[in-house]
Each structure stands twice: as C-alpha cells, then as structure tokens.
C-alpha cells in the first residue's frame, strides 16, 4: 500500500497528515519548521519530529511514504525549497526528488481551497499573504514581504502593534487591559521592561501576544478590539488587491474569496471585518465561510505525484 504526506509548514507550527490512497490515516503537529524565521537547524528538528510523530501513529516506518508534499512559507524561492527538500530526503532516502515537492505556503493553501480551480485565498498566521489564480493559470499575490517590513494583519504584525498601542497609551495616560496582560504574559512587571525586550535582537515572539489580544478583547477593552478590527481591514485590502489584479473587469463574477490561518481562525472579528470589506468592495462576491485547511492542500498534490 502507497502511503503520502502532506505538511504545512508555518513558522509558529508544523501540521502533518498520513494517508493512504483514499483516507487519512493520522495527524501530527509540531514547532515552527519556516527556514527564514526559525533557522535551519530548527526547522530541521520540527520536520523531522512531526514526520516520525505522524508515522508512530499511525504505526508505519518512514521508509513506507511513497510522496510527499510540504508547503512553507519562503518556499517559492528555489535555494529555500531544495533545503527543505534535503532535508526530508535525509529521513526517508528511499524516496526519489520527484516524490517529494516542496511548494509555497500559498500553493497548499489555494489547493485546500479551490483544488484547480480559480479563487483568492487570504493567509494570516505568524505572517500573511494574499494569493490568487485565475482560469488561465495566471497568479497574483499582495503583502507576504516579511514581519519587518509587511506581513499586515499577522499574528507578528498583531503582537507588535498592541506593544505600540501600549506605549502610546502610556504617553496619554490612558488605561487598556492590554498593559497589565501583556506584562504577565511576557513576565515583566514595569512597562521599561517591555520597552526593552520589544527592541531587543534578535525581535522577540510578537506572535505570542496574539491571544493576550484576543482575551483583552473578549473583556470588551476598545484597544484589542481595534486592533482586531484594523488586522482584518489590512488583510481584506491585500485581498482586494489581488482580485481586482486577476479580473478587474469582473471580478465578483469569477474569484471567490476564501481565509485561512490561525488569525482568522481564532478571531470572529477579523473575519467579520474582512467578509464585509470584500463584500462592499465587490457586492456579491463568493467569501468561503469555512476556512481552508492547508495541510489538506499538501496531501491532494502529495497523492497526484508519481509513485
């Protein structure tokens, strides 16, 4: 029996599934496995965790997966792909380079969404991206330039500006529940403290405060809740972009709209914010209620390559 693999690799986690021809047979997760935030190293560790995690389960030896697919953030770029390919052939050297395809974190995710087809996917995670394809096969993406300079409505760009939105209440004198959550959170019991950890360099894991927002949030505090709102402004302009690059004749009539990633996962707001932002910039428009599952993405074109 042919077994395949499909992992989506992100830079907070690594998500994986085992399957045979017709049925998933288990699931694996484990730490962050991009190359460009995490290092080499790490990535090593985290790929090689979650493929031996996702075989223990499913009690088969590694040297039994006859195709894989990975999808990772960086991974349109040649020198980062064949990496990742390297190292997954380090654990299962049985497989051949053309059964193991490393692709884009933007691949996987529009194959969970549309499989061949036509459509806009919106990625918000630990970074973010908009992407899209069109009938004839013509791509276009927006943002996805990195945490320093892009990654708007991230789970990065998120926990940065609720340091920032912090201090700037600081200075005014005003109260938010995001002060004294993300001092606990980060473990520091004066705001210097913060001051000097959120500039420190290497960056710290702004990602991490992603679901202090979400719990200042749901406490009503107007700061989180702005933020939020903001993230899914940012991440629906990166869409609209994209669509109207693709179809700008028509483009309510052609590309629908699909979310994914743990930002839209975990906040109904964010997805409220960019539902209605598509829907007025194109009235009518196709915006998928259930998210795509990456992953699911990575397992369809492990089981189309060759074996």
């Not at 980060?186 to 894991?205: E, G, I, M, R, Y």
Request: charged share 20%.
């Amino acid at each position: 029996m042919a077994y395949y693999l499909g992992i989506d690799g992100g830079g907070t986690k690594t998500r994986c599934t085992l399957a045979d021809e017709t049925t998933s047979l288990a699931t694996a997760m484990t730490g962050g496995s991009n190359i460009i935030r995490v290092g080499e190293a790490q990535a090593r560790e985290a790929l090689h965790n979650v493929v031996r995690q996702v075989c223990a389960t499913a009690k088969i030896s590694p040297d039994q997966i006859r195709a894989i697919c990975a999808g990772a953030a960086g991974a349109a770029r040649p020198e980062i792909a064949a990496r990742i390919r390297s190292i997954l052939a380090e654990l299962i050297p049985e497989i051949g380079p053309a059964n193991i395809e490393v692709v884009g974190d933007t691949e996987v995710a529009l194959e969970a969404a549309f499989g061949a087809g036509p459509g806009v996917i919106a990625i918000a995670g630990t970074g973010s991206i908009a992407y899209g394809r069109d009938n004839a096969g013509r791509t276009a993406r927006a943002g996805g330039w990195g945490f320093a300079i892009s990654d708007e409505g991230s789970g990065h760009w998120i926990g940065r500006r609720a340091v920032s939105a912090i201090l700037s209440a600081h200075d005014q004198a005003l109260e938010t529940a995001l002060t004294p959550m993300v001092l606990h959170g980060w473990k520091f019991t004066t705001v210097d403290q913060l001051v000097q950890h959120a500039n420190s360099t290497p960056p710290p894991d702004f990602p991490r405060l992603f679901p202090v927002v979400l719990r200042a949030a749901d406490q009503a505090d107007t700061v989180a809740c702005d933020l939020l709102a903001d993230a899914g402004t940012r991440l629906a302009a990166l869409a609209v972009i994209v669509v109207r690059r693709l179809a700008p004749q028509a483009p309510a009539d052609i590309f629908p709209v699909a979310m994914t990633g743990s930002v839209f996962r975990q906040s109904s707001v964010v997805r409220q914010v960019f539902y209605n932002i598509l829907q007025k910039s194109f009235p009518g428009i196709d915006v998928r209620q259930d998210l795509a599952d990456p992953v699911e993405g990575a397992l369809a074109r492990a089981r189309a390559l060759p074996v």
